[in-house]
């Protein structure tokens, strides 16, 4: 709904940034029922070719997204949802010569154009309450994911020394504000894993011979990390005549945890 940017003169509670603030509000349900939605295509037929360059990728692109809000009990309950697919479609292909595969002994699966791509799906869910005139607050639920196998792949790079990539954040966030005082809460978790396409052994390695291929498999290239957020905000604003005092809280809490393998190169 809202996107504030603020360089200087904010509040004392976002002292800790060092440059901007960049404060983010989502829509809110209301009274009555409102929608919106757009749909996006663009056929691989209908792109330009990229300045400079010989050929023209196969890209493929696509964007859905639409929202939703109302009432669940007029005056007091609402509700509002968000939801967006945006796939995307980039092969890119392999340019070891045929001279070099055949040396090498390189299947044609090896050889063909790296399936790359990703898909995004991005959910929002909000309730928004109106308990009396002095009390009003949300409760708010978001999920991300991203897809996105066949990544690295292309060039000197085989197809199957590709990593495939998976994303998955949840955030949750509630507020309630009263008359004079603002209770923030939100916690985020965000896990991310990076496995190789052709699922190798503990005692494979990478092979990089420098200027015609990239060939092996490397269990070190997998990985996996989470990171988690929690943070609590509170805070209090006392106002009498010409005089505003303001005061609070704000407790933070992010771990960040990694696994990752011995890398193995030759």
């Known amino acids: 709904e809202e996107v504030q940017v603020v360089s200087v003169n904010y509040s004392a509670e976002f002292g800790r940034a060092a440059g901007g603030l960049i404060n983010i509000i989502t829509k809110s349900g209301s009274n009555e029922l409102h929608g919106q939605g757009l749909f996006l295509y663009r056929p691989n037929g209908a792109a330009a070719r990229p300045a400079l360059s010989r050929t023209k990728p196969d890209q493929e692109w696509k964007n859905l997204t639409g929202t939703l809000g109302g009432p669940i009990k007029k005056n007091r ?96 966030a509630g507020q309630l504000t009263e008359l004079l005082n603002e209770f923030r809460f939100g916690i985020n978790r965000r896990y991310e894993l990076r496995e190789q396409q052709n699922n190798p052994r503990p005692t494979d390695a990478f092979i990089n011979i420098t200027g015609i291929a990239n060939i092996g498999n490397n ?25 505003t005092l303001k005061a609070g809280l704000d407790f933070q809490n992010t771990s960040f945890n990694q696994v990752r393998g011995f890398n193995r190169t030759f």
């Not at 595969?101 to 699966?109: C, D, F, K, V």
Request: charged share 15%.
């Open 77 to 172: 309950v609402f509700f509002f949802g968000q939801y967006e697919w945006n796939p995307l479609l980039l092969p890119r292909a392999v340019t070891i010569s045929p001279a070099n595969a055949q040396a090498l002994g390189l299947p044609a699966s090896e050889l063909a154009d790296v399936p790359f791509g990703e898909e995004f799906h991005t959910a929002l869910g909000k309730v928004s309450f109106d308990l009396n005139a002095k009390n009003r607050g949300f409760i708010r639920y978001s999920r991300f994911t991203n897809d996105s196998p066949f990544n690295g792949g292309g060039g000197l790079t085989i197809a199957s020394r590709s990593l495939t990539f998976t994303d998955r954040m949840n955030g949750g």
């Open 219 to 243: 269990l070190g290239a997998n990985n996996s990390s989470i990171e988690t957020s929690t943070q609590l905000v509170d805070n209090l604003t006392w106002t009498k005549g010409r005089h």
